[in-house]
């Protein structure tokens, strides 16, 4: 193996890796924070519960991500949902029905609104879902915009409107 053959790799791996280093550096701490926020949010959201006390208290956590007047508006002539205590109902209620799906979250755009107390997230919400007997797996990706606020501690959800794309 020759030195140029070692080299080449190797330049191309570490300006990989600085191209990815500088893209993270470019966000602010609030934006890297809104991004976590989301993450954190999917992984509840993806986090299996027993019945009962565990159940509830895992709607609980998810509601923690969302304002106490939280509106999540689906379109498609579904009335909107309205309130954090509404949404830890669904959560609880519908459960075992969710459990068999997995959300990914992509293409997550985050712009903060003048003043650093509310930020415009745009972003693609995946629900997977496999199928047992072939494995296959089967992904229903919507477009969403997401308004948060930061007020008293972390980022919070305020409000989920699906945005209507060209089908």
Known sequence: MT???VVR?????LLAVLAVVVWRGRMTDEERAIRDRLSALRGEVNASA????????RAARIGGYFTDEAVVDLGEGAPPIRGRDTL????ARLQPRTAAFRMDLDDVSVELVPGGEAADVI???SFVSSSVATGEESRDAREFALVLVKSDGPWRISRITAIDTFR
Do not use: K
């Not at 790799?9 to 791996?13: A, D, E, K, M, N």
């Not at 027993?50 to 208290?57: E, I, K, R």
């Open 88 to 91: 830890m109902g669904m959560a």
């Open 9 to 13: 790799p190797t330049v191309l791996v």
């Open 3 to 5: 030195a140029r053959q």
């Open 50 to 57: 027993a019945d009962g006390l565990a159940n509830v208290t």
């Open 123 to 125: 972003l693609t919400a």
